[in-house]
């Protein structure tokens, strides 16, 4: 495929192709594809390996000046976060709370804080508010010991 060569220095996240034709297709919900779903580790081999062979679609460029370390959120748990929070409607400024702070919330959070949300971060237990508060969280809230829809800070009018 154009642009793209042998030994490139790629990524690849959970969904990586699709038919485009069937209905999900047509709707643009290529990851419910029933025809032709692509997933690495089930339609081809997976992650975790330093060469594979992966549908040109699926390829998003990783530059030699990101660390794999760093580059790994930015794919299958990094575009999930970041495409649920651009796709949410919510504008700088809007309260968002993130339910979980593991493999998928800590990203939330981080992405939440940098898009300029005031970002709660709920979790179970109190172990998790000073990670909460690392990545950035405004606020903490345990769902052990409180409800969290009580505790969440009123939304300013717009």
Known sequence: MPGWAVKDRVGIGWHD?????????????????????QIPGISYDGGYCDF????????????????????????????????SLRNSGARAGDIVAVLGVGGLGHLGVQFAVKMGFETVAIARGKDKEALS????????????????AAQLPPQSPP
């Open 17 to 37: 192709g699709h038919c485009g034709y069937c209905d999900s297709c047509q709707r643009g919900d290529f990851v419910t594809c029933r025809v032709a779903p």
């Open 52 to 83: 594979l062979i992966a549908p040109a679609v699926a390829l998003a460029r990783i530059p030699d000046a990101l660390s794999a370390v760093e580059a790994a959120p930015l794919l299958c748990a990094g575009i999930t976060t970041y495409n």
């Open 133 to 148: 508060r690392e990545l950035g969280a405004h606020h903490a809230i345990d769902s052990d010991s409180q409800d969290p």
